[in-house]
């Protein structure tokens, strides 16, 4: 195959399915049980220096040359879509390496690094609604590719080789619960709505839940201290109090500090923040627990504007996320 022959470069781009998301926005597990038969599916099981895209990454890609998910911003998807159509349904996986020390000179990718691909057709369409099942229950587990490129579930593990194999890793999606009122709570449940995040806006007033649900938010009356007791929040789990009458946290934050949320804070000034401490340790709230509050939250420091705050916040979340993921795998490993 010429480079002409598998699309142009980093340009190409798979085709569009009107009225839908854009085809790499697109969850490529979930896109390869959609598809049905005849999907093959790229799984993303090596690289080399700088890469597009994490260990486990895959494309989705249907008989019909519709596609689900990325591996690299358009560099080989147009190849991996040709070398797709010609696999038969028992074909064995197929792994192609881009890139560095790659034999096709005439795809490059502008990273540098490199990059190796393991093609194989679907035959487990069985255990991939198992899987959709586990995550939306939000239970980790692993997705295992054997090397005869059939597909089983195991504990969840960090993506990586697995004896002759490949295991991709799914933890639960990071849920953001909102509780207080007015802009900053609003403005926050938007951004995460925007980002399709999963979220919950609790709050006491009725002008901030009504406009949570002309924005999209989902949102639901906070009646008290206990309603925050009955929301499962887990592990992958980060609470934000927007309250500008700070006489509704101590309750609350005594609640939360309990959960296993891996993030939780509240908007306000220092002194606002040391207030709000010397107060949980009047409720007999342990030291350890009152460590975990941040405040003032945010990356960027006396933020004045909701808008700049949102964004602030969600960075700081971002950031705390990806440090919690980079200990993992490590403990994992021990």
């Known amino acids: 195959m010429s480079?002409?022959?598998?699309?142009?470069?980093?340009?190409?781009?798979?085709?569009?399915?009107p009225g839908s998301l854009?085809?790499?926005?697109?969850?490529?597990?979930?896109?390869?049980?959609?598809?049905?038969?005849g999907t093959v599916v790229a799984v993303l099981t090596a690289t080399e220096g700088p890469s597009y895209r994490s260990l486990g990454a895959a494309i989705a890609i249907a008989a019909d040359g519709r596609m689900g998910g990325s591996i690299t911003s358009g560099c080989i998807e147009g190849d991996l879509a040709l070398r797709a159509r010609a696999m038969g349904p028992d074909a064995a996986p197929l792994r192609l390496r881009y890139g560095a020390g790659s034999p096709f000179f005439d795809l490059?990718?502008?990273?540098?690094?490199?990059?190796?691909?393991?093609?194989?057709?679907?035959?487990?369409?069985?255990?991939l609604a198992e899987l959709a099942a586990r995550r939306a229950a939000r239970a980790p587990v692993a997705l295992h590719l054997s090397a005869e490129g059939r597909l089983r579930l195991g504990p969840w593990r960090p993506a990586g080789v697995c004896g002759a194999g490949f295991a991709t890793g799914f933890r639960p999606p990071v849920r953001y619960i909102i509780l207080g009122a007015g802009p900053e709570a609003l403005v926050f449940a938007r951004l995460a709505a925007a980002l399709g995040r999963d979220h919950l806006l609790l709050s006491h007033d009725a002008a901030t839940l009504a406009?949570?649900?002309?924005?999209?938010?989902?949102?639901a009356r906070l009646t008290?201290?206990?309603?925050?007791?009955?929301?499962?929040?887990?592990?992958?789990?980060?609470?934000?109090?927007?309250?500008?009458d700070h006489d509704h946290e101590p309750d609350l934050l005594r609640?939360?500090?309990?959960?296993?949320?891996?993030?939780?804070?509240?908007?306000?000034?220092?002194?606002?923040?040391?207030?709000?401490l010397a107060r949980l340790a009047d409720l007999g709230v342990p030291s350890g627990l009152r460590a975990r509050l941040r405040g003032p939250i945010g990356l960027i420091p006396s933020t004045r504007d909701p808008q700049t705050l949102a964004i602030s916040v969600l960075a700081e979340i971002a950031e705390a996320e990806?440090?919690?993921?980079?200990?993992i795998p490590m403990l994992a490993a021990e």
């Open 322 to 327: 990806a440090a919690r993921d980079r200990a």
């Open 22 to 37: 854009h085809p790499a926005l697109l969850d490529p597990w979930d896109a390869a049980t959609g598809f049905g038969p």
């Open 108 to 127: 490059r990718l502008p990273c540098g690094g490199a990059v190796e691909v393991t093609l194989f057709p679907l035959r487990d369409a069985d255990v």
């Open 224 to 244: 008290g201290p206990g309603d925050v007791e009955g929301l499962g929040i887990d592990a992958r789990t980060a609470v934000l109090l927007f309250f500008h």
């Open 3 to 17: 480079g002409g022959d598998r699309g142009a470069g980093c340009d190409w781009q798979p085709p569009p399915v």
């Open 211 to 219: 406009s949570a649900g002309a924005t999209g938010c989902r949102a």
């Open 255 to 276: 609640r939360l500090l309990a959960t296993d949320a891996f993030y939780i804070g509240a908007q306000g000034s220092r002194g606002a923040q040391r207030a709000r």
